[in-house]
């Protein structure tokens, strides 16, 4: 247990360098909201959970009555989910609905420990294309996500846990950041 928990904090301690990107995505996220646009989340698994997470945050309280912010995760509408997958491939459940959703102005956060989800990748090209901005929160080195986004916050871990583990940490202070008056 106890390395486990020594290594949690390693990781976390590495993800300081990343505060500047931190900071510059929450305030892109701020800045489309005050314009009246959106943030959008797509992610696979774990971080489908974190995209849910977060984006509920964001509608919701997080921390205090704050007001409630336009935030959709493209990750709950099993419907379209599955109508996509089976008609058009796994590939574009997310691009899809980046094509119904997402409007210039917009930003997209795309979540992938690996920076390599196909259907992520497709949904920040799509998304930038449209004119959103893009976010990758990635691990691993950062992937061909990384590449792509225009801001990139990548954790310094190869394991799925530790990464996932400073997404939700990174996702709430993005959350506290927006949120604040």
């Given at each position: 247990?106890?390395?486990?928990?020594?290594?949690?904090?390693?990781?976390?301690?590495?993800?300081?360098?990343?505060?500047?990107?931190?900071?510059?995505?929450?305030?892109?996220?701020?800045?489309?909201?005050?314009?009246?646009?959106?943030?959008?989340?797509?992610?696979?698994?774990?971080?489908?959970?974190?995209?849910?997470?977060?984006?509920?945050?964001?509608?919701?309280?997080?921390?205090?009555?704050?007001?409630?912010?336009?935030?959709?995760?493209?990750?709950?509408?099993?419907?379209?989910?599955?109508?996509?997958?089976?008609?058009?491939?796994?590939?574009?459940?997310?691009?899809?609905?980046?094509?119904?959703?997402?409007?210039?102005?917009?930003?997209?956060?795309?979540?992938?420990?690996?920076?390599?989800?196909?259907?992520?990748?497709?949904?920040?090209?799509?998304?930038?294309s449209i004119?959103?901005?893009?976010?990758?929160?990635?691990?691993?080195?950062?992937?061909?996500?990384?590449?792509?986004?225009?801001?990139?916050?990548?954790?310094?871990?190869?394991?799925?846990?530790?990464?996932?583990?400073?997404?939700i940490m990174?996702?709430?202070?993005?959350?506290?950041?927006?949120?604040?008056?």
């Amino acid at each position: 247990m106890e390395d486990t928990i020594e290594e949690h904090i390693s990781v976390i301690e590495r993800t300081k360098k990343e505060d500047r990107k931190i900071s510059a995505a929450a305030e892109r996220i701020r800045e489309a909201i005050t314009n009246g646009r959106k943030v959008v989340w797509a992610g696979n698994g774990g971080s489908a959970a974190d995209c849910q997470h977060l984006s509920a945050e964001i509608v919701g309280r997080f921390q205090d009555n704050s007001d409630a912010l336009p935030s959709i995760a493209l990750t709950t509408d099993t419907s379209a989910l599955t109508a996509v997958a089976n008609d058009f491939g796994y590939e574009e459940v997310f691009a899809r609905q980046v094509c119904a959703l997402v409007e210039e102005g917009d930003v997209l956060v795309g979540i992938s420990t690996s920076g390599e989800s196909e259907n992520v990748i497709r949904a920040a090209k799509k998304a930038s294309s449209i004119g959103a901005t893009t976010v990758a929160m990635t691990g691993k080195g950062g992937g061909a996500l990384s590449d792509i986004a225009d801001i990139s916050i990548n954790v310094e871990s190869e394991k799925t846990t530790r990464i996932q583990e400073a997404h939700i940490m990174i996702g709430h202070i993005l959350c506290r950041k927006i949120k604040q008056k």
